[in-house]
């Protein structure tokens, strides 16, 4: 009868674990970051829009940025059933040529405010028009208080914006849904160069530039060798 094989985890192997986990974090992080539009700021009330079976509506923007690569929306009471989904959609300005499309379902997880429909970021976004299409899709006959809401600007504060309900049949100018155009960075270092700057923004000096990314050092460095002392500790 054999013996079951022993693994001894030494404290180099767990360090180079964690620094693998970190990396592998940090990597992650980056490669999903993208940073939304300035000009979507939502100020004052908001209107309520129920979604309807099988009538999309649908979202006229223009990128401010190229890499365009993400649109957060902000999507209430989205309790849905199995065999439930909501269909998500870029499309170009025609509104006709889908890009790139996304399901929501049950299975989703919901976040704390918006959902992110992310997407491979299209390089020459800038000063280009989109259509973001939401169609809800149901085999249910479910009662008007149970179904999805969007959120949508209540005044006319977005010049050349627009929306249309198609299941109203009404087009909703100089006004938006409740969402966020999102940009990236070419490279792993341009989106950190804008997170840095977009955090020290409003920043006192000592949380600027190279003095954020000093403490962020610091506090990496400080972290990986809390572990170490941790890991060595538990072998005396």
């Known amino acids: 009868m054999s013996l079951p094989l022993k693994i001894h985890f030494t404290p180099l192997f767990l360090l180079i674990g964690f620094c693998i986990g970190i990396f592998l974090i940090t990597f992650f992080f980056f490669e999903k970051l993208a940073f939304p539009d300035s000009e ?87 000063g280009k028009e989109y259509c973001l299409r939401i169609t809800y899709l149901s085999p249910y006959d479910r009662k008007s208080k149970e179904r999805p809401v969007l959120e949508a600007s209540s005044e006319e504060q977005f010049l050349g914006k627009s929306f249309f309900n198609e299941g109203k049949g009404k087009l909703y100018q100089d006004r938006t849904l409740k969402m966020h155009p999102a940009y990236s960075n070419d490279s792993f270092l341009g989106n950190l160069q804008e997170l840095t700057d977009r955090i020290s923004q409003y920043k006192a000096p000592l949380f600027k530039g190279a003095g954020l990314a000093i403490l962020f050092s610091i506090f990496l460095l400080g972290t990986l060798l809390l572990a170490l002392w941790i890991i060595l500790s538990k072998e005396r």
Request: charged content about 25%; overall charge negative; aromatic content about 10%.
């Open 40 to 126: 979507y700021n939502f100020l004052g009330e908001t209107d309520q829009i129920k979604l309807e079976k099988e009538s999309p509506l649908t979202q006229k923007f223009t990128a401010s940025e190229n890499n365009l690569s993400q649109v957060k929306i902000l999507i209430e009471k989205l309790r849905l059933l199995p065999g439930e989904e909501i269909l998500l959609s870029l499309a170009d300005h025609s509104c006709q040529t889908v890009l790139v499309k996304k399901s929501i379902t049950f299975l989703t997880p919901e976040p704390h405010t918006y959902y992110r429909f992310n997407f491979p970021s299209i390089p020459d976004s800038q």
